[in-house]
């Protein structure tokens, strides 16, 4: 993993809150996509960058790039359209998918979105729900 360095100026224009800061990123004006601006103790902060990310942006070797960021109003937990009707359809799941903790929630939503054909992404939905089932009646 690489690192994007974005100075406190940039970060506290964005938001005030204490810790990681949920945003939506975009490089080069493309699809914006959602990250996390992580204080370091040196004051600033700094984006955590995938290889896939910086390899699917031609970013290897650049050392200037344009990187847009805005505030994440939804704190990162925007539903995919996939994952959202799984839970219209199921109740229970829906409930159980409601009292994961904003990290958890992230986690799921980050493994739905990140399936790159719709039927994945359908796929991908109705094993969270499954799984959060399965751990409910296990215990």
Avoid: H
Avoid at 31 to 47: M, Q, S
Avoid at 60 to 65: D, G, I, L, R, V
Avoid at 74 to 87: F, H, R, Y
């Amino acid at each position: 993993m690489n690192e994007i360095p974005v100075p406190a100026a940039i970060a506290k224009a964005i938001s005030d809150k204490k810790g990681a800061i949920r945003i939506l990123c975009s490089i080069e004006g493309g699809e914006e996509f959602p990250c996390a601006l992580n204080p370091r103790k040196t004051g600033d902060y700094t984006i955590i960058a995938s290889k896939q990310l910086i390899k699917a942006n031609n970013l290897e070797n650049k050392e200037a790039f344009e990187l847009s960021v805005r505030e994440d109003e939804s704190d990162g937990l925007a539903l995919p359209e996939e994952l959202s009707e799984v839970l219209i359809q199921d109740d229970w799941g829906s409930k159980l998918f409601e009292e994961l903790l904003p990290g958890r929630k992230r986690g799921y939503i980050y493994y739905v979105r990140s399936g790159k054909t719709v039927d994945t992404r359908i796929k991908r939905s109705f094993e969270i729900i499954e799984k959060l089932k399965s751990l409910k009646t296990s215990r």
